[in-house]
């Protein structure tokens, strides 16, 4: 099965304008950063979030205003230790999807998933976390290993 070529930055960044006219979209030779208000209900509050992209990696997704919380004694679910959220599984993206497709929808329904934990104290969204063990190897080295591969350079096909 042929992967579909990547779409370049300024494809991305126009796809993103075209939708969130408001939104702050800064687009350079090598990066697209993309910055908007996401208010993933009618009873929820608005999340300044930002998007950046690099080709050949996956979009990586922070929530810049409000700071998110923790409930007390646990760590927010889905979040990597860089902040950014866990919103995909390696496959499940790739260069030739649109992020305005893609990455903005799962990031509000990240936000609303979240909102819900903050609540109630789990997490409804699903998804696999932290991820999945392999053998023989200890929770911090593959979370580790799964955010280094989350971040790795793919080679496009």
């Known amino acids: 099965m042929r992967r579909p070529p990547g779409r370049s930055l300024a494809q991305q960044a126009f796809a993103l304008r075209a939708s969130f006219p408001a939104a702050h979209v800064q687009l350079s030779s090598h990066q697209l ?30 929530v810049v205003a409000p700071a998110l919380e923790c ?12 902040e950014s959220l866990c919103l995909h599984l390696d496959e499940e993206w790739s260069a030739g999807m649109l992020i305005v497709h893609t990455t903005v929808p799962w990031t509000s329904e990240w936000l609303f998933n979240y909102e819900i934990w903050l609540a109630t104290g789990t997490w409804h969204g699903g998804g696999e976390w932290p991820p999945t063990r392999q053998a023989n190897s200890t929770p911090a080295s593959n979370m580790a290993r799964s955010e280094r591969r989350r971040t790795s350079r793919r080679r496009p096909r």
Request: aromatic content about 12%; glycine content about 2%; charged content about 25%.
């Open 33 to 62: 950063v993309w910055r908007a208000a996401i208010t993933p209900t009618a009873l929820s509050r608005d999340y300044t979030v930002s998007i950046a992209y690099r080709l050949a990696r996956f979009p990586e997704v922070r």
């Open 71 to 82: 409930r007390p004694g646990e760590s927010i679910p889905h979040l990597f230790s860089d």
